[in-house]
T-cell receptor, first 115, second 113 residues
Framework: DTGVSQDPRHKITKRGQNVTFRCDPISEHNRLYWYRQTLGQGPEFLTYFQNEAQLEKSRLLSDRFSAERPKGSFSTLEIQRTEQGDSAMYLC?????????????FGPGTRLTVT | QKEVEQNSGPLSVPEGAIASLNCTYSDRGSQSFFWYRQYSGKSPELIMFIYSNGDKEDGRFTAQLNKASQYVSLLIRDSQPSDSATYLCAVNMALTGANNLFFGTGTRLTVIP
């Protein structure tokens, strides 16, 4: 399978714990995005990388959230001191930045439940 | 004002009919427009994208873009029960200077056999 992959697919954690999610983009894609989706809503943008550079962060990304893409390949999203309001589906997407191509392809997501 | 608006539905159509899904957006400078299909509990799947005014057809799907009126629509011909899903409209807003997408809340489509 050459699509976007995410790990883990499900995560249950207790409030106050730290969690880390991983995303592996489509191999030739140089842009990687993180979104969050709650029930009944569309995905909301969190942050994105072009290669290893984090180019934009949403105001939704509080200081408890940090994302990295150290070698321009896979990315990690860490949430520190989780809160119940962090419960959501965390989606990773990737795209190839070239010409006028803007299509983003999503991975299967990581569903986080904070108890 | 929401940046991307969709009728949340639910929209029900009989099998074989045409389903019409609509979306409006607020930023007149928006550059690119996408339709994603999302089955319950799954992630969004890209089914159509359109960058220029007019129609774009791909199989049973047609995307229509009218930048002057700031709306984009998706037509699904010969609807099948397997088309039952939530359809998300997404827009690349020029104002952000980036390629992150703004999504609507989605329209839930049910195709009745």
């Amino acid at each position: 399978d050459t699509g976007v992959s995410q790990d883990p697919r499900h995560k249950i954690t207790k409030r106050g714990q730290n969690v880390t999610f991983r995303c592996d983009p489509i191999s030739e894609h140089n842009r990687l995005y993180w979104y969050r989706q709650t029930l009944g809503q569309g995905p909301e943008f969190l942050t994105y990388f072009q290669n290893e550079a984090q180019l934009e962060k949403s105001r939704l990304l509080s200081d408890r959230f940090s994302a990295e893409r150290p070698k321009g390949s896979f990315s990690t999203l860490e949430i520190q001191r989780t809160e119940q309001g962090d419960s959501a589906m965390y989606l990773c997407a990737s795209s190839f930045m070239g010409g006028t191509s803007y299509e983003q392809y999503f991975g299967p997501g990581t569903r986080l439940t904070v108890t | 004002q929401k940046e991307v608006e969709q009728n949340s539905g639910p929209l029900s159509v009989p099998e074989g009919a045409i389903a019409s899904l609509n979306c409006t957006y607020s930023d007149r400078g928006s550059q690119s427009f996408f339709w994603y299909r999302q089955y319950s509990g799954k992630s969004p799947e890209l089914i159509m994208f359109i960058y220029s005014n007019g129609d774009k057809e791909d199989g049973r799907f047609t995307a229509q873009l009218n930048k002057a009126s700031q709306y984009v629509s998706l037509l699904i011909r010969d609807s099948q029960p397997s088309d039952s899903a939530t359809y998300l409209c997404a827009v690349n807003m020029a104002l952000t200077g980036a390629n992150n997408l703004f999504f609507g809340t989605g329209t839930r489509l049910t195709v009745i056999p």
